[in-house]
């Protein structure tokens, strides 16, 4: 890796997969290596896959399968701004209907436990907007969504 600051995401053997999914889904994404471990470690073998460099949005990442100890939490996600509905609706689809779940405002899980925030740029605008109270009303209609539906923030908004 050339990148001076990378993150490592911690799986349970299934790094591959899941560098190859976010490659497929995220534009400017990429799995860039695979490494195989040199020898016997304590949640694999030799030659099994033990680190994944890859690429989410550009964001260097390194994937390590190091076993079941530690989990994923809604304490790390990415966020990805998203610029209209189609894509917002693409990328919440990909990761839900690839074994993901849904959260609230805008968050959902992939299958590997990773928190994603789909986030269109119309709810950051609205939700920082000078206009106090379109930011507020923005803002609760947000609090009530799980997936973001850019037109009811705008009405929100618009009051």
């Known amino acids: ?49 033990l680190t994944v460099e890859f690429t989410v949005a550009g964001i260097p990442c390194l994937g390590l399968n190091g076993g079941p100890a ?7 996600s990415f966020q990805i701004a998203t610029d209209d509905q189609e894509e917002t609706d693409r990328l919440w689809n990909a990761i839900v209907g690839n074994g993901g779940q849904e959260s609230a405002c805008g968050w959902c ?29 923005a803002f609760a209609a947000m609090m009530h969504m799980q997936k973001i539906d850019i037109a009811a923030i705008e009405a929100a908004r618009r009051g």
């Open 1 to 49: 890796m050339t990148s001076k600051n990378t993150i490592c995401l911690w799986y349970d053997g299934s790094a591959l997969e899941a560098a190859e999914f976010y490659a497929r889904t995220f534009p400017d994404s990429a799995v860039k290596a695979v490494h195989r471990a040199p020898g016997d470690y304590p949640s694999g073998k030799q030659g099994d896959v």
């Open 70 to 76: 530690f989990r994923q939490t809604e304490a790390f």
């Open 109 to 137: 899980k992939d299958r590997w436990g990773l928190s994603w925030q789909i986030t269109p740029r119309a709810l950051t605008a609205a939700v920082t907007d000078p206009d106090r109270a379109a930011a507020q009303r």
